[in-house]
């Protein structure tokens, strides 16, 4: 079993979050719903980066929202995120993770109902949001957030 790979995949999505977010108004522009929404969640997007996998489960709800309110410019991009995170959130099922499960192994407590023969499994999911198929979709959400909803999802 390997806990360090688990932490280390829950931190890189913690951060790959992070970096991403949104989409942008679309054709309601920044007073849109969708927009109104980016902005209330864009302050969990920056405690994701802080490590704090406690908050993964919020982050994830926010996310699957925030796709399916995208508008049609940037939809495929929020659809790739959403199918990733859709995929992870499979693999802690199988694996016998919850989210609340992470924090205790991000301090070195494994969950007993885990099973570790899957837990790679999972670890594998959460690599793949470092693909650059999701580094592009996240930078173009992240653009199409700051150019359309006025919200800047970079951190900066």
Same mark, same amino acid.
């Given at each position: 079993?390997?806990? $360090?790979?688990?932490i ?20 309601g ?23 704090d ?17 995208? $508008? ?32 205790e192994?991000q301090?070195?407590?494994? $969950?007993?109902?885990?099973? $570790?023969?899957?837990?790679?499994g ?14 592009q ?20």
């Amino acid at each position: 079993m390997k806990i $360090p790979m688990a932490i280390a995949s829950a931190v890189l999505l913690a951060g790959t979050l992070a970096a991403c977010g949104g989409g942008d108004g679309g054709s309601g522009g920044s007073g849109s719903d969708y927009c109104k929404d980016l902005k209330k969640a864009q302050g969990s997007f920056g405690d994701l980066s802080s490590g704090d996998l406690g908050e993964l489960d919020a982050a994830f709800k926010t996310f699957h929202k925030l796709a399916d309110e995208a $508008p049609s410019d940037i939809d495929a991009d929020w659809k790739k995120l959403d199918t990733a995170l859709d995929t992870v959130e499979k693999a802690m099922k199988d694996a016998g993770l919850k989210f609340s499960d992470l924090a205790e192994i991000q301090k070195g407590k494994m $969950p007993e109902n885990v099973d $570790p023969s899957k837990l790679q499994g999972l670890a594998a999911e959460m690599t793949k949001l470092g693909s650059s198929d999701f580094t592009q979709a996240s930078k173009s959400i992240e653009a199409h957030a700051k150019k359309t909803c006025k919200v800047d999802l970079s951190g900066s």
